[in-house]
């Protein structure tokens, strides 16, 4: 094999959502000396979902607000198997993260008639916290911290996709990379790796993140061996636009609709919510709202199209269009009219609060990893609130950035394993090799339908059996992609790359959910359909054993500041 | 080059453009209007040139046109990305050949104000 | 019957390719169809080899800018029904180097972007969140134009930046306006000097190609004449 492409670094960060950029700064500032390699799947600050998010960051800064009740709002709508410490670090750090973001890096939020930040309501919140600029909060943060990179010495890598970390010793000592441009290998080695990929709910049919996005750092460090917890709870956003066979399908229409009163009718023309919570109707939270809205649609009360329509005409168009102009803008592109018309739309694979169990400072059983944003779990427990996302990954990416810059200044680096690395690659370009195989677009697809059918928003233990049994099946199949034609740019091999990353994920969300036998959050058993506290306030955790399949175990809840009868 | 410079050659394009409407609708009303017969004898142009006030009028618009002239010329070279050398020569030539034109169309103009008839 | 879409494709690989040629491929039309659709269509099912980016696919990234029937757009928001034809033709968005096929460099874009200094450079001792009234106007001038995606579709469309490859360009003096405008930001003067080159604001000539092509309805040409007029103020000695 000839001589492959080697980085040496101090930091190598995967990833360039708002957990990756906010790592980057806060490593170099710690010391500006580090030699900080970020390396992105797509371009610098264009993948992933920070830039997608709409809603706003939720933050305690009126006086009249407090961290208790953030706190609180956040255990609850977590369904109480939140990591307590994590949870209380999110709300307690968020106020000095937003007044950086302002100050320093440069963010504008919008104001309100007294010229401070406008907090809006948001749903499943006891006080109106959430900020934002206009509908598209998502673009201001992320361009913004963006532009900081270029300010700094942050070695940026475009286009390459982390295949595997390699390790040493039972250490992380560094990654193996795709140039994706070029179709050939990068390998860093480095004395940290800080991971923030993402998740991988874009294996559902009907789905709201970038495309790119599959899990890819969730399955490479299960891969490693790092310990996960709450793989279960996939979050499905209720209102995902519905555009026939369109990419536009499954594009999230924000919440922010309904916190400022919107409806949501079934095909009769009922207002559903009024059967499923009537006292919060369709300011209920997101689980809630997806279940119902499903439910509808699966006993035969949805649109043709499969959907449930949302209407803001009653709030009058001139109202719509101004505080809502990114969507209304949107939904035009469909045909449609957000503010005078009803607008077809469904449930939408979303977030993934279950990820990599980690402390405040984002390590985890791996030494030298160090996990920030979606990949990691145990935030928000088993349903994350609107708002909090973006909250998690800025304040845990500072954490991760603070954390790692400290821990490569007092350990060494060690050089990785070469065997390790050409074994990977080898695997990696594997596809090229047969003469015949799977088709990776056909697999994709049934992946889709499967996961959507049998482990999506309504789960039982006969359907996730079936899920796993065709998921170990696609698996072996996975590993028969054929692919052809030139290495550069290669959207096919990249894509069996994706399939492959994702039905791992998709097993360890099946196997967890097979596990949980009640129904809490985002994970609904129609076998057991009732919350079980008794038996069930624990989180499922998840590892490699020595044969490479995934053990399941429990961990009780810590209750560290709050329990459930302290709430009645 | 000194970005002042810049802006007030721009500043200087955008004075001069209006000048020149100005100053080319008085040149194109005057031998239009103001010329008696078809042809534009020079003794008519003689006499008009008499009066200072006429001269100052001409040599305005002498300046303003070599001005606006040159300098867009120079902003078409430099919205080809001409390399250095070549940007800087052409700026001189037009400095110096806008300088010289000024100055003989001036004394030119001049002229008229002593000439007999 | 199903409408059939007749699409022409810019191919080429520069490293194996010596002149690009274009590929005719018949894709039928779905319901809501955008010009992603198209090009996901023919990779996924009729030539594999095809090579394009995309990201978000609701016109948030500007990863999917592309040259289509004539203009550049991006391609998750155009819709193949607003095109009035049924006869497509897309090529890579114009002045900027081809990797592959519909596939540009960015970086001479961001190379451009990063000279204006495109970072918030933070006043000198603020400790709490500046307090801006609502609606302030001169917020209002800003907000506009902050929306910017970086998608490279103005870039692309105007001419002076294929006449002259120094040329800062629209976005990145959009960014600069955007920055110097901002009464919190502390490195307005540098930013100035820096647009006041040559290849800075003086080589806009007023075209409106960009705000013409812009998916957020920006007009750079408004903003880079505010840059000249505080230029011009400037070099007069008033300051703004």
Not at chain 1, 93 to 114: M, Q
Not at chain 1, 321 to 329: A, H, L, Q, S
Not at chain 3, 112 to 140: A, N, Q, T
Not at chain 3, 225 to 239: A, E, N, P, T
Request: hydrophobic share 40%.
């Amino acid at each position: 094999m000839k001589d492959v492409n080697q980085i040496n670094a101090d930091i190598l960060i995967l990833g360039s959502g708002g957990a990756g950029f906010m790592a980057a700064l806060h490593a170099y500032d710690v010391n500006p000396e580090l030699n900080i390699v970020l390396a992105v799947k797509g371009l610098a600050g264009k993948s992933g979902c920070t830039r997608m998010v709409q809603g706003g960051y939720n933050v305690v800064l009126d006086p009249k607000d407090s961290h208790e009740k953030h706190f609180l709002d956040t255990i609850k709508g977590g369904g109480f198997i939140n990591n307590q410490e994590l949870a209380w670090t999110l709300v307690t750090d968020a106020p000095k993260i937003v007044l950086e973001l302002e100050n320093k890096v440069g963010c504008f939020f919008d104001r309100g008639p007294d010229g401070m930040l406008h907090q809006k309501s948001f749903a499943g919140q006891s006080f109106d916290r959430t900020i934002h600029r206009r509908d598209l909060t998502g673009i201001e943060i992320i361009a913004r911290l963006r532009d900081q990179i270029f300010a700094k010495d942050i070695q940026v890598l475009e286009e390459c996709r982390g295949i595997d970390l390699l390790t040493k010793d039972n250490r992380v000592v560094g990654a193996l990379l795709l140039d994706i441009r070029s179709g050939e290998p990068i390998v860093v080695n480095c004395r940290a790796v800080i991971l923030c990929t993402g998740g991988g709910a874009t294996m559902y049919k009907i789905a709201a993140p970038s495309m790119e996005k599959s899990g890819d750092g969730v399955a490479m460090v299960f891969r490693a061996g790092a310990e996960f917890i709450d793989m279960e709870m996939m979050q499905f956003h209720p209102t995902g636009l519905l555009a026939g066979e369109s990419r536009l399908s499954g594009s999230v229409l924000e919440e922010g609709l309904r916190g400022a009163g919107g409806r949501l009718y079934n095909a009769l023309g009922e207002r559903f919510m009024e059967r499923y919570d009537s006292e919060r109707m369709e300011r209920s939270t997101r689980d809630q709202v997806a279940r119902a809205s499903y439910m509808e649609i699966m006993e035969g009360r949805g649109t043709q199209n499969g959907g449930v329509l949302l209407d803001m005409s009653h709030l009058g168009a001139e109202f719509v269009e101004r505080t809502f102009p990114g969507m209304v803008d949107r939904v035009k592109d469909i045909g449609k009219d957000l503010a005078r018309e009803p607008i077809e739309v469904s449930p939408t694979a979303h977030f993934h609060m279950g990820g990599v169990r980690i402390d405040r400072d984002c390590r985890c059983n791996l030494e030298g990893l160090f996990v920030a944003g979606e990949d990691a779990g145990g935030v928000h427990g088993a349903n994350r609130l609107g708002g909090n996302g973006v909250a998690e990954s800025t304040v845990f990416g500072a954490r991760a950035g603070d954390a790692s810059a400290k821990y490569v200044s007092e350990c060494d680096n060690v050089t990785i394993d070469y065997e390790q690395m050409y074994y990977i690659w080898q695997e990696t370009t594997k596809p090229f090799q047969l003469a015949k195989g799977e088709d990776a677009y056909g697999l994709r697809n049934e992946l889709k339908l499967l996961t959507w059918e049998k482990m999506g928003v309504v789960r039982s233990k006969e359907l996730l059996e079936q899920s796993l049994s065709e998921l170990n099946e696609m698996d072996e199949r996975a590993k028969q992609i054929k692919v052809s034609g030139a290495r550069r740019y290669n959207m096919e091999w990249n894509e069996a790359l994706n399939i492959l990353n994702l039905i791992t994920v998709g097993k360890m969300i099946a196997k967890s959910a097979l596990m949980r036998e009640e129904s809490r959050g985002s994970h609904y058993r129609s076998d057991f359909p009732e919350i079980d506290n008794k038996n069930w306030l624990k989180n499922i955790c998840l590892i490699r054993d020595e044969k490479g399949d995934m053990r399941l175990y429990t961990r009780p809840v810590i209750l560290s500041r709050i329990k459930p009868d302290d709430i009645t | 080059m000194n970005k002042d410079f810049n802006a007030l050659a721009w500043l200087l394009q955008r004075i001069t453009a209006v000048g020149l409407v100005l100053l080319l609708g008085i040149h194109f009303w005057l031998l239009h209007f103001k010329t008696h017969g078809e042809v534009i004898k020079f003794s008519d142009v003689s006499m008009r040139l008499h009066t200072w006030t006429l001269v100052l009028i001409d040599i305005c618009l002498l300046i303003f046109g070599l001005y606006h002239a040159s300098n867009g010329i120079y902003s078409i070279v430099q919205d080809y990305s001409v390399g250095g050398n070549g940007r800087r020569v052409t700026l001189w030539v037009l400095m110096c050949g806008g300088c010289v034109l000024a100055i003989i169309g001036g004394i030119s103009l001049f002229r008229f104000l002593y000439v007999a008839g | 019957m199903k409408n059939i879409l007749k699409v022409k494709v810019f191919r080429c690989d520069p490293e194996t390719d010596t002149t690009p040629r274009y590929d005719i491929f018949h894709v039928p039309e779905i319901k809501n169809m955008a010009v992603l659709d198209v090009v996901f269509h023919i990779q996924n099912n009729q030539d594999r080899s095809l090579a394009f980016r995309s990201s978000c696919r609701i016109g948030m990234c500007g990863s999917c800018a592309m040259f289509i029937n004539g203009k550049a757009r991006l391609a998750c928001r155009t819709g193949v029904a607003t095109l009035g034809t049924k006869e497509l033709t897309i090529t890579p968005l114009p002045n900027l180097p081809v990797i592959k096929d519909l596939l540009v460099d960015m970086d001479p874009f961001f190379e451009k972007y990063e000279k204006i200094k495109p970072y918030f450079i933070p006043e000198e001792g603020r400790k709490d969140f500046c307090s801006v009234p609502e609606g302030l106007k001169e917020r209002r001038l800003i907000d506009e134009m902050l929306e910017c995606i970086t998608c490279g579709a103005c870039y692309s469309a105007c001419t002076i930046v294929t006449t002259n490859p120094e040329y800062l360009g629209p976005a990145a003096l959009n960014r600069a306006f955007c920055l110097i405008a901002d009464k919190r930001d502390g490195g307005g003067d540098e930013r100035l000097r820096i647009v006041s080159d040559s290849n800075g604001i003086w080589r806009c000539h007023g075209q409106f190609n960009c705000g013409e092509v812009c998916p957020k309805k920006i007009t750079p040409t408004w903003t880079i004449q505010q840059l000249k007029k505080r230029s011009v103020f400037k070099m007069m000695g008033i300051h703004l």
